[in-house]
């Protein structure tokens, strides 16, 4: 009934990393701070680099309890490099396939592109999972058409249903 998903090591097997379209698709990635020697790990997507635009993911969450779980709130962080201007999307999906799912888009936080390399982490939002349904997905959506000017968007420490 709980999600507490830093991306230690991997993407887990449980979440399902879908390629609409293109030659990229999410990927585990880490960076170490060069000043305090501190790695942080994530999952990315971005559309540079790519051979076959447009670019269309998806990165679908395991089924959430949410009728059994006690919190029934979900957060997560998001950071953008940058470059291009294409967002970051997040759904809830009544299924893990994005093709026949009811799909309902959230209102995020996203942080501002900024000037040079990559913006500090901002937490997307405290959203109530409770009028969606008893068990729902997190997806979440990047689309870009250009390869040379794509955005890098980073997603990290999903959690849900977690006691306060």
Do not use: H
């Not at 971005?46 to 979900?74: C, M, R």
């Not at 294409?86 to 942080?111: G, M, Q, R």
Request: one cysteine or more; aromatic letters at 14%; glycine letters at 6%.
């Amino acid at each position: 009934t709980s999600l507490n998903e830093g991306f230690e090591t991997s993407i887990p097997a449980s979440w399902k990393n879908i390629k609409v379209s293109g030659d990229k698709a999410w990927y585990w990635t880490s960076f170490t701070n060069s000043e305090t020697n501190e790695t942080d790990t994530y999952v990315a997507m971005t559309g540079y680099k790519g051979t076959q635009p447009p670019f269309e993911t998806w990165l679908i969450s395991p089924a959430l309890d949410v009728k059994d779980a006690t919190n029934k709130i979900l957060t997560f962080k998001t950071q953008r490099n940058a470059y291009g201007d294409n967002d970051l999307e997040a759904y809830i999906l009544t299924s893990n396939d994005p093709k026949t799912a009811t799909k309902t888009k959230l209102n995020i936080a996203l942080p501002t592109k900024p000037a040079e390399k990559y913006s500090g982490w901002l937490n997307a939002g405290n959203f109530d999972l409770s009028s969606y349904g008893d068990v729902v997905y997190v997806g979440f959506y990047y689309k870009s058409t250009d390869a040379s000017n794509s955005a890098t968007w980073c997603v990290d420490d999903v959690k849900f249903g977690l006691s306060e």
